[in-house]
């Protein structure tokens, strides 16, 4: 068995010959090599479900079999098993992985049960790098994935460890990224398969649970949920570059925002220079995208007003060049990668609160979130605009931080007040949220020409403003009523 790290990125289709023609790897030409794979699984994705894939890979004239158990994603460093064979052909030979997982996760099952389920034809340009004491190896695949009569391209930039430090890995893709943009890469092969397979590839993306465990520390912890968060931001950029779909940029924001929120609860262990920079990072990056999503909101309720919705639609064409300009230039693009070195190396790591109870620290940072949004929002009704719109952050916040954390108080009663507090969040947010859009909709009236103006200040009527505060006013009353179920 093999311990597989490795550092993956997505790259333009030009990347790759960019990085080819710079020749950062030596002057030897380096001849690519055809691959093509076959990828099985059940009718039922028993494997999928198990964490394993099963893959036949023919280069030349061999054909290895190889099995894989994810043992965790971190955003783009891949840190799998895998068990390799020789095999005569395409087809699997399972008698070979009888003391094999791959045997839990098909029971009885036999080979004539599996059927190909994603097929990938790449050529790969490889190179063995030894870069600051370290040697790496660099893989450049560039070709297709197919499931049934379904297609896509893959293009993707490879660096895997063989022997040294992972520093080193992130220095050679810094090197790297000055010559063809890298963006991290968040699915393997068979992922991109199975996403292809089941219509999903490339569109927007809903943030996933994190399971996580009392039995965890805080620093593996903080590693799970920040993982999910980059995961989530980087499925919804890659669908956002490439259609300017309403949901991805949505969903992106909420990334962002869950990822600040993460730096927030997990403070007590990473607080730093380092820490401070990179939320700071965050919260630009966040705001580069307000503009767009703001337009997207008022769009939405402008649809029976054409003149208003014209003159939306063209205020959004150029909001959204501007997302796109920020997520192509250097330091938007660069921005996680950085982010993810620090995860992976930051000096964080090697603190004592790194080691901490996870069910100590969860308790008392939802506690302390909690206090204060009680304490603020005690007048809601009383708070002029800019106040309710701190209010609200820290209502996402928290709602965010318990999200994360909401597997720790998955027993009974503990989970149905989780459950309550954290209905009474989402209501609280989503009112203030209308309020918010109320006050936006008004500062963007005055950028409008003048006939327009009153159109959209009538999207949010008095009324509709005091019903949310009516609303956002009882939703706050069951959070306290569901407040401190992670006291016990």
Not at 351 to 374: C, E, H, N, V
Not at 409 to 436: C, M, T, V, W
Request: net charge positive.
């Amino acid at each position: 068995m093999a311990q597989e790290v490795e550092l993956k990125f997505d790259i333009d289709p030009e990347g790759g010959a960019a990085i080819r023609r710079a020749g950062l790897f030596g002057p030897r030409r380096v001849r690519p090599k055809r691959q093509d794979s076959i990828y099985y699984d059940t009718a039922d994705g028993a494997l999928r479900h198990a964490g394993l894939s099963l893959r036949v890979r023919r280069s030349g004239r061999c054909f290895v079999q190889t099995v894989k158990r994810d043992g965790g994603n971190r955003a783009g460093l891949f840190v799998r098993q895998e068990w390799e064979s020789e095999v005569p052909s395409f087809t699997p030979d399972l008698s070979v992985l009888d003391m094999l997982p791959l045997r839990q996760g098909l029971g009885a099952a036999s080979s004539e049960k599996l059927v190909p389920l994603v097929r990938t034809r790449v050529s790969r340009t490889a190179w063995q790098v030894r870069h600051n004491d370290s040697w790496i190896e660099v893989a450049l695949d560039e070709g297709s994935v197919t499931s049934g009569r379904t297609r896509a391209p893959v293009s993707e930039l490879e660096l895997e460890l063989l022997n040294g430090v992972p520093d080193a890995v992130f220095d050679l893709a810094e090197e790297i990224a000055a010559t063809a943009p890298l963006r991290l890469g968040v699915l393997s092969k068979i992922e991109r398969g199975y996403a292809l397979a089941d219509g999903k590839l490339g569109g927007a993306a809903k943030a996933e649970p994190v399971d996580l465990t009392p039995s965890l520390s805080a620093g593996d912890a903080f590693l799970a949920v920040t993982q999910s968060c980059i995961r989530h931001f980087r499925l919804n950029e890659t669908a956002l570059l490439g259609t300017r779909n309403a949901e991805a940029l949505h969903q992106a924001r909420v990334a962002i925002r869950r990822l600040r929120s993460a730096l927030s609860l997990f403070r007590p262990m990473i607080e730093g220079s380092e820490q401070r920079h990179f939320n700071a990072e965050l919260r630009w990056l966040g705001r580069q995208l307000s503009d767009a999503r703001n337009l997207d909101v008022l769009i939405g309720h402008a649809e029976q007003d054409a003149e208003l919705s014209s003159a939306l639609r063209s205020l959004r064409k150029e909001a959204y060049a501007h997302v796109e300009s920020t997520f192509r230039a250097e330091r938007g693009r660069g921005l996680m990668l950085k982010f993810v070195e620090w995860l992976e190396l930051g000096s964080w790591r090697q603190g004592r609160q790194a080691d901490r109870d996870l069910a100590a620290l969860a308790g008392k940072r939802l506690g302390r979130q909690w206090r204060r949004i009680a304490r603020d929002g005690e007048d809601v009704a009383g708070l002029d605009a800019e106040a309710r719109h701190r209010l609200r952050i820290r209502i996402k916040k928290l709602r965010y931080a318990t999200e994360f954390l909401a597997s720790l108080y998955a027993e009974k009663p503990r989970s149905g007040r989780r459950d309550d507090f954290l209905d009474a969040l989402k209501i609280l947010q989503e009112r203030l949220g209308d309020l918010n859009d109320a006050w936006t909709a008004e500062a963007l009236a005055e950028s409008l020409p003048e006939p327009l103006r009153p159109a959209i200040r009538k999207l949010h009527p008095v009324p509709d403003q005091q019903k949310a505060l009516r609303s956002a006013g009882n939703a706050l009353h069951k959070a306290h009523a569901a407040a401190g179920f992670w006291a016990g």
